[in-house]
């Protein structure tokens, strides 16, 4: 199977927001820091894909690289999924307590200020367009630590996490990767990544492009509103041509360097490969893995 | 511009997240090259942004909210510990509500004159011992 490459792209959404632009506003990661790529934590990220071949020099493989879109500033994506929707679900049971409990009070000193308590438990919930509905159905505003956010004015709610949209440009159109959006059990990415399969036969920088959506909150009279604002930010790809490689030695392709036999006498006890079941042989050795077990008594 | 907002009453909260290079640390036994640092004051006059030694412009009255982000998302990054003058900010770990999954959160005592310099402990995979952050990231008046 292809090695998985993962790309972070972790966006500063209130600047983007309020720059109206992803540039400087965009932070790129891979995991393949060891392999080559260029500027880590940046905008400029050039991520290294070594194209895989055998030693005869067919193509071994095709890369896979997924992107994992972040926020900078919002709730981590390590919440549990849907966690939005689950607060905005414990926020109306609180409201209807105190609203119980008020009206069970036979004598409410103030009941405009136990009303603008309850009204603070409910929130602001977000009303969803055509364009918004699904990932923020049944969502309020919620602050970086989780609570309900009644006063949306002040600015302290989070964002909801940035959406990858497309991923296009020269890439794409020399066929040097085929991205598409999959749905997914993964469950810090709310069902749905973007992958692709990279061609690594043909070495080369590859720049690509990502269209973003961000959501600004927008409040329209009576009701909050996130509002999509799509904007666009760029990295490429360096395809090089490489051997495939065992990727524990470093060297090529062949068996683990691994003792066959284990070390000590306890370990020697538990290794008994049957008849049927060869144990692992040496390089270049013909003897199978009962018959070396026996030289292993022996030599004791 | 400063994190206030236009209505002159609550501020937003300064979040600074630590990218962490979780295998990348293990392997060496450093965060050192494996660390990025990043906060959202950009527009107030937050310097060094994906190094080890992020400059937060902080300003008395402000909170300032920590969390780790992994780069592999299955590996297990959190934040152990921030060990940062107490005359200046008390971060003191919470756990968003309903999870275990935790963030670090102080507010800003006083304004500081120049650089306060911290660091944090890191819990990785299953590492029994923290690792701690060899560069300082700093909160700056």
Same mark, same amino acid.
């Given at each position: 199977m292809a090695q998985q490459l993962a790309i972070i792209v972790l966006v500063d959404i209130g600047n983007a927001l309020e720059a109206n632009s992803l540039r400087d506003n965009v932070y790129l990661f891979d995991n393949m820091k060891l392999h080559g790529s260029d500027g880590q934590g940046t905008g400029d990220l050039v991520t290294a894909i070594h194209g895989a071949y055998w030693r005869d020099g067919s193509q071994a493989t095709e890369q896979v690289l997924n992107w994992l879109p972040y926020s900078? $500033?919002? @709730?981590?994506?390590?919440?549990?999924?849907?966690?939005?929707?689950?607060?905005?679900?414990?926020? #109306?049971?609180? =409201? @209807?307590?105190?609203? #119980? /409990?008020?009206? =069970?009070?036979?004598?409410?000193?103030?009941?405009?200020? +136990?009303?603008?308590?309850?009204?603070?438990?409910? $929130?602001?919930?977000?009303?969803?367009?055509?364009?918004?509905?699904?990932?923020?159905?049944?969502?309020?505003?919620?602050?970086?630590?989780?609570?309900?956010?009644? +006063?949306?004015?002040?600015?302290?709610?989070?964002?909801? /996490?940035?959406?990858?949209?497309?991923?296009? $440009?020269? =890439?794409? #159109?020399?066929?040097?990767?085929?991205?598409?959006?999959?749905?997914?059990? +993964? @469950?810090?990415? #709310? $069902?749905?990544?973007?992958? =692709?399969?990279?061609?690594s036969s043909r070495p080369g920088t590859y720049s690509y492009s990502m269209r973003i959506q961000l959501h600004r909150l927008v409040q329209r009279g009576s009701e909050a509103l996130w509002e999509p604002v799509n904007l666009t930010c760029e990295s490429a790809l360096r395809v090089t041509s490489e051997p495939k490689v065992n990727g524990f030695t470093g060297s090529g392709m062949g068996l683990l360097p691994l003792d066959p036999y284990p070390s000590s006498a306890q370990g020697a006890e538990y290794f008994q490969p049957g008849p049927q079941q060869p144990g692992p042989q040496q390089p270049g050795s013909q003897q199978s893995g009962v018959q070396q077990s026996g030289l292993v008594e022996e030599e004791r | 511009m400063t994190s206030e907002t236009d209505n002159g009453g609550a501020r937003r909260p300064?979040?600074?997240?630590?990218?962490?290079?979780?295998?990348?640390?293990?392997?060496?036994?450093?965060?050192? &090259?494996?660390?990025?640092?990043?906060?959202?004051?950009?527009? &107030? &006059?937050?310097?060094?942004?994906?190094?080890?030694?992020? %400059?937060?412009?902080? %300003? *008395?009255?402000?909170?300032?909210?920590? *969390?780790?982000?992994?780069?592999?998302?299955?590996?297990?990054?959190?934040?152990?510990?921030?060990?940062?003058?107490?005359?200046?900010?008390?971060?003191?770990?919470?756990?968003?509500?309903?999870?275990?999954?935790?963030?670090?959160?102080?507010?800003?005592?006083?304004?500081?004159?120049?650089?306060?310099?911290?660091?944090?402990?890191?819990?990785?995979? *299953? %590492?029994?011992?923290?690792?701690?952050?060899?560069? *300082?990231?700093?909160?700056?008046?």
């Open positions: 900078l $500033g919002s @709730l981590p994506p390590t919440v549990p999924r849907g966690y939005e929707s689950e607060r905005a679900l414990q926020s #109306d049971a609180r =409201a @209807l307590e105190e609203l #119980d /409990a008020l009206t =069970a009070k036979p004598d409410a000193t103030d009941p405009a200020a +136990d009303l603008n308590e309850i009204r603070k438990a409910v $929130g602001t919930r977000v009303k969803t367009t055509r364009r918004t509905k699904g990932r923020l159905s049944g969502q309020k505003v919620i602050d970086l630590t989780g609570e309900i956010v009644t +006063d949306t004015s002040a600015g302290t709610y989070s964002y909801p /996490a940035p959406v990858i949209t497309d991923i296009y $440009g020269q =890439a794409v #159109d020399e066929k040097i990767m085929y991205p598409a959006e999959y749905g997914s059990p +993964d @469950l810090v990415t #709310d $069902g749905w990544y973007w992958s =692709a399969t990279v061609d | 300064i979040a600074i997240t630590a990218v962490v290079d979780c295998v990348g640390a293990l392997a060496t036994g450093t965060v050192h &090259g494996n660390l990025y640092f990043y906060d959202t004051n950009k527009a &107030g &006059g937050s310097q060094g942004f994906g190094t080890e030694q992020l %400059r937060t412009r902080v %300003r *008395s009255g402000d909170q300032v909210l920590w *969390s780790v982000l992994a780069l592999e998302c299955e590996a297990y990054t959190a934040i152990d510990g921030i060990d940062i003058d107490h005359e200046l900010c008390e971060p003191e770990r919470r756990v968003y509500p309903g999870t275990d999954v935790a963030y670090w959160i102080g507010t800003v005592k006083k304004d500081i004159p120049g650089d306060t310099y911290y660091q944090v402990r890191f819990r990785l995979g *299953s %590492r029994d011992e923290p690792i701690v952050t060899t560069l *300082s990231p700093s909160l700056v008046g």
